[in-house]
């Protein structure tokens, strides 16, 4: 699993980047959630559980409904930037699937089509792009830093 972990510093601003990708099948929700757990262990001003979640909901669509996990070259890259303002994490999936990501309003019997409300509910902002040089999918959220979270 190769990861890029790297702090860029100047005056009055410090990130950390993470850059990581696995292979888009069942266990890569679970490899992101120890992964960003394992990153942003430390951080104080930020609610790693529901980090934890939302990452796990996009890894997760972008195994299911992009098409990734039926190509032998399916995988799926996380990237993600911490300085003192927030949190930046974009999931990125390059099967090539036509679905829009938008919040699903499931019946109460569903068991799955909550994520993406998951989502809209505990990111700050959330959206989607596509690559224009790739094609890929990418779905990113941001997290404010906060010292009352």
């Given at each position: 699993?190769?990861?890029?972990?790297?702090?860029?510093s100047g005056?009055?601003?410090?990130?950390t980047?993470?850059?990581?990708?696995?292979?888009?099948?069942e266990?890569?929700?679970?490899?992101?959630r120890r992964?960003?757990?394992?990153?942003?262990?430390?951080?104080?001003?930020l609610?790693?559980?529901?980090?934890?979640?939302?990452?796990?909901e996009l890894?997760?669509?972008?195994?299911?409904?992009?098409?990734?996990a039926?190509?032998?070259?399916?995988?799926?890259?996380?990237v993600?930037?911490?300085?003192?303002?927030?949190?930046?994490?974009e999931?990125?999936?390059?099967?090539?699937?036509?679905?829009?990501?938008?919040?699903?309003?499931?019946?109460?019997?569903?068991?799955?089509?909550?994520g993406?409300?998951?989502?809209?509910?505990?990111a700050?902002?959330?959206?989607?792009?596509?690559?224009?040089?790739?094609?890929?999918?990418?779905?990113?959220?941001?997290?404010a830093?906060?010292?009352a979270r």
């Amino acid at each position: 699993m190769p990861v890029l972990l790297e702090t860029v510093s100047g005056p009055g601003n410090c990130e950390t980047i993470m850059d990581v990708s696995w292979p888009a099948a069942e266990a890569a929700a679970g490899r992101a959630r120890r992964c960003v757990r394992g990153w942003l262990g430390d951080v104080q001003d930020l609610d790693i559980g529901d980090v934890e979640l939302m990452v796990s909901e996009l890894v997760t669509n972008a195994c299911e409904h992009s098409g990734a996990a039926g190509r032998p070259d399916g995988r799926v890259r996380l990237v993600a930037v911490c300085d003192p303002g927030g949190l930046r994490i974009e999931v990125t999936d390059v099967g090539g699937g036509t679905t829009v990501p938008a919040p699903r309003r499931p019946d109460a019997d569903d068991i799955r089509g909550r994520g993406l409300m998951i989502v809209e509910a505990l990111a700050d902002r959330w959206g989607h792009l596509t690559a224009p040089d790739t094609g890929a999918r990418i779905v990113w959220i941001e997290v404010a830093r906060n010292a009352a979270r």
